[in-house]
């Protein structure tokens, strides 16, 4: 296995580590982003600078943007790369919300905050702690949920079930998947339920919404035998327990933090809905890693309505962290690379909700450091947006 990690790290998948610290440490600035489209089309961007999380807009589709307005006054070690990163959601009133994950003294731990600004921008009230427990452990990789009915779901990884289970002397993989649930538009969270136990600990978790508003998850869970899968689960109405189904199948086993979360979007819309668009990376079960690859699939919730599983990518070339968007019938799906010292992004699109194909292309390159792709959708026109380092934020209508 040790050998199995070396190979793996060092050839086709330089995200993994053991190191989980290292994505929430303290960060000047960062490429991390999230960004949304309000009802008009200005584009909203959340960053971390100088220990602030900060907001902007954009009126010319991220050419220029707005003096940024500081959320958090007093100053916090915020999570701002890969995986975890303030997270931004806008509702059609303009309501801005935030979430993002503060880094604490002792390794690994967190606290998740949540903010609001309800005058478009203007301004955001003090931010507040979206979990009743404030033991200093385990509460990362913040996910945030906004649903047309304006009902917000904040999923994050937490280990308070792992401490209890050491306590008592009893086995437990991994950490735990919680949520908090507002339902007065985020001036208030009702206490947190757990959707599941066994999560791998530091994969970001994917969410979506079904016609109906419930919220989806899909994460990275940790079966027996250290078998790093996926797990999708709705989250339920009031306090009906979850049933979390396996949503993947490559069997990979790896004692480690692979750093990737997966893809999520909703399959179908009103009465059509069928199920979930998911992509993934898997790392094979090789001693070199060359069976690792990236995978897309279509399932109703309960088993794959598409089998095979389909690859994409070219892992010679480091392919990860893909981002899917659904819209009817058509679906896109891009990924980054890397080649030559340039950071690549490469799209596929389906015509028939993922049934079939066109060929992969080479959408925009940078040279240097790039974030994950981003797609974003306002009105019937969808966009990249991409983060560089040499040449800013591209956003480019697909």
Partial sequence: MIKYLFALYFTLCPWLSNAHEAHTEHQHSSLAVSVAFDAQGQLWRASVNGGHVTVAHSADLGKTFSKPVVVNKT?????????????????????????????????????????????????????????????????????????????????????????????????????????????????????????????????????????????????????????????????????APAEPKRATYGKWKVDGCPHHGAALASGGEAERWWGYHMAWFDGGNDETGKQSSLFYARMDGEAWVSSPAKKFGNMQKQAGHPALLAAGEQVWLVWREKDAGKSQVWLMKSSDEGKSWEDRQLVIEATGNADYPILLQHGKQVYLVWNTQQEGLKVLPL
């Avoid at 969410?207 to 250290?226: C, I, M, Q, Y």
């Avoid at 899968?229 to 306090?239: F, T």
């Fill in 75 to 239: 100053p916090q070690k915020i999570g701002a790369d890969s995986e975890a990163r303030p997270k931004i959601a806008i509702t059609k009133q303009g309501h801005i919300y935030l979430t993002w994950t503060e880094a604490l003294k002792k390794p690994f731990a967190g606290y998740i905050w949540f903010a609001r600004s309800i005058d478009h921008g203007k301004s955001f009230e003090t931010p507040l702690i979206v979990h009743q427990d404030r033991s200093e452990i385990t509460h990362r990789f913040d996910a945030l949920n906004v649903a047309a009915d304006g009902k917000i779901t904040v999923t994050w990884v937490d280990k308070r079930d792992l401490i209890a289970a050491k306590a008592a002397k009893k086995p437990y993989d991994g950490a735990a998947i919680y949520y908090a649930v507002s339902t007065d538009n985020g001036a208030s969270f009702m206490p947190e339920q757990k959707l599941a136990d066994s999560s791998c600990e530091c994969c970001r978790i994917a969410l979506t919404n079904k016609p109906d508003g419930t919220v989806a998850a899909l994460w990275r869970h940790v079966f027996e035998g250290s078998e790093r899968d996926h797990m999708i689960a709705e989250i339920p109405a009031g306090k």
